[in-house]
Nanobody, 117 residues
Framework: QVQLVESGGGLVQPGGSLRLSCAAS????????MGWYRQAPGKERELVAT???????NYVDSVKGRFTISRESARDTLYLQMSSLKPEDTAVYYC???????????WGQGTQVTVSS
């Protein structure tokens, strides 16, 4: 049973930083990629960043240069370091794991990030 548990969300002022963590367990298969998605009120869920087992990363344009995704394989933990946060970064952030075969996506429960003064 795959479990993804996010932590690290909270309230931060504009320009501040947060680090999100996602602890994965029960992963006994090949992983295509892990990533972070977010969903703001009234909007669709969108990709924020992904990372492959080989370390290749991909970011949505709006967070490039501000967010960094990383993975600690030994602990099966995914991170998202967020800096220079803006009010428009406010959303629920979800951890995602994409199984290679049979293809499937697994999701965490989400963690709220609020950027406000």
């Amino acid at each position: 049973q795959v479990q993804l548990v996010e932590s690290g969300g909270g309230l931060v002022q504009p320009g501040g930083s947060l680090r999100l963590s996602c602890a994965a367990s029960g992963v006994t298969f090949s992983v295509n990629a892990m990533g972070w998605y977010r969903q703001a009120p009234g909007k669709e869920r969108e990709l924020v960043a992904t990372i492959t087992p080989g370390g290749n990363t991909n970011y949505v344009d709006s967070v490039k240069g501000r967010f960094t995704i990383s993975r600690e394989s030994a602990r099966d933990t995914l991170y998202l370091q967020m800096s220079s946060l803006k009010p428009e970064d406010t959303a629920v952030y979800y951890c995602n794991l994409e199984r290679t075969w049979p293809k499937a996506n697994f999701w965490g429960q989400g963690t709220q990030v609020t950027v406000s003064s």
